[in-house]
């Protein structure tokens, strides 16, 4: 069975239990992998993970991106290193070939660096490459994450100033094409780079709006970051309320790992 055209439509819009319940009645390789996409974007990833194994035996192309969403569930639950493995993998998989999937890749890997903490170098060298896959095989969606990546390396150097103009058009792009869930990801490291400039309530005001998006989408991941963020902010009992939540959001996205991850996964973090 082919897969619905208005699944990733449903997903991208942040409509992810409508995308799930269409990914639900689909079989195939290509099907398996949008369906481990959507749950891991929910932060259900115990039945990611089973499906990602079957997304890996399908054609080079499938294969590839489910290696890449694994990567993406990985850096979520803080295993860079082991993220980095499945992206590789991915490369492997496309054997030289162009296109979104290859620029996907590249992207991919600069956040596994920024993730794991790699030097400055390393991660400007990662950032070129991804620059140039993604100028060869342009994409909407890719150039999000290219823009939150190049905020990343620019927050790992120190200037989250020039962090945050990359995190703006990011959501800028997203808002222009409809894509919620990349919106609230994007409020919310403009609101990281804010706080480490001192715009304590300009954050809190922003990780408060990627909330109540994140919360619609049923994306758990971004909660538990939005939630994060707000326990860090100063004044009064909201931020003991925020840790309270964080905490136990945190406890349900661990739980649902699968058993040889769960012993060694040390949480979520902003990776994705």
């Known amino acids: 069975m082919e897969p619905s055209p208005r699944l990733p439509g449903l997903a991208l819009a942040g409509q992810l ?3 799930l319940g269409v990914a639900a009645n689909e079989g195939g390789f290509e099907a398996a992998w949008r369906r481990a996409w ?17 997304a890996s035996a399908g054609p080079p192309p499938v294969a ?21 493995e499945a992206d590789r993998e991915a490369l492997r998989r496309l054997d030289g070939r162009a296109g979104e999937g290859r620029t996907g890749c590249t992207i991919s890997l600069v956040a596994d660096a920024v993730a794991r903490g790699a030097c400055p170098a390393e991660q400007r060298a990662r950032l070129q490459a991804a620059v140039e ?15 939150w990546v190049t905020g990343e390396v620019a927050l790992h150097e120190g200037d989250p100033v020039h962090a945050a103009t990359f995190f703006q058009q990011a959501r800028r792009r997203a808002v222009d094409g409809g894509l919620r869930r990349h919106e609230a990801r994007s409020l ?7 706080a480490a400039v001192g715009h304590g309530a300009r954050a809190r005001d ?10 619609r989408c049923g994306a758990r991941p971004l909660c538990w970051l939005a939630h994060r963020l707000l326990s860090e902010a100063d004044g009064g009992p909201a931020p003991a309320r925020a840790a309270a939540e964080a905490a136990a959001l945190r406890e349900g996205l661990l739980a649902s790992l699968p058993g040889e991850l769960a012993t060694v996964a040390p949480g979520p973090s902003r990776g994705a």
């Open 17 to 19: 239990g409508a995308a």
């Open 38 to 54: 959507v749950l891991t974007a929910m932060g259900r990833y115990g039945e990611a993970w089973t499906a990602l194994d079957v």
């Open 64 to 84: 590839a991106a489910a290696c890449v969403t694994r990567g993406s569930l990985l850096r979520q639950v803080g295993l860079p290193g082991q993220a980095e």
């Open 133 to 147: 896959a993604c100028a060869e095989a342009p994409s909407p969606r890719q150039a999000i994450r290219l823009a």
């Open 188 to 194: 919310l490291l403009l609101a990281s780079a804010n």
């Open 206 to 215: 922003q990780a408060h709006e990627a909330l109540a998006i994140a919360d």
